[in-house]
């Protein structure tokens, strides 16, 4: 597919074809230029946020999902996405918030699209492990200090 060099409309299809083919360098470079046109949305900035992320530039990634949710707060891949760039370097305190909203967000929607349930699962098991998690830190350390239940 060709793209008008221009034409955001025409980029912007152009990317999300690239994607959807596996070419992420071409998503990258349409949705790229998509993204400088005035008014790009927050569908464009989170197209460029997967290209980069198929690329491994993953500075590029939050920084396209920061540009996503400066644009859509309530864009739900973007939430969870964001929350997984925090799991990934193993920072469960910084991931828990974002995976929340999109969980809370996701029950004020009648029609959850197919897509995101199984993603929608996954995060409400790691916000619950992370919750254990933070409890058992919690005790242990009043354990520790002598101000324990026991």
């Known amino acids: 597919m060709s793209a008008n060099q221009s ?15 596996g070419d ?16 790009a949305g927050a569908e464009v900035w989170f197209g460029l946020a997967l290209a980069h992320r198929r690329l491994g530039s993953l500075d590029a990634e939050r920084a396209a999902l920061d540009r996503t949710l400066e644009l ?11 929350g997984d760039l925090y799991s990934e370097k193993s920072d469960a305190r910084a991931a828990t918030p974002f995976y929340r909203a999109a969980l809370k967000i996701a029950q004020s929607i009648d029609r959850i699209p197919a897509a995101w349930r199984a993603e929608l699962q996954r995060i409400s098991s790691l916000v619950a492990r ?20 026991d």
Not at 130 to 149: I, K, M, Q, W, Y
């Open 24 to 39: 992420a360098a071409a998503a990258r470079e349409h949705l790229s230029r998509a993204a400088a046109a005035t008014g």
């Open 130 to 149: 992370n919750s254990l998690e933070f409890e058992r830190h919690l005790l242990a350390d009043l354990a520790r200090s002598g101000l324990g239940g």
């Open 7 to 21: 034409d955001p409309i025409s980029l912007t299809a152009a990317g999300l074809a690239a994607l959807q083919r």
């Open 72 to 82: 859509e707060p309530r864009h739900v891949p973007a939430l969870i996405r964001k």
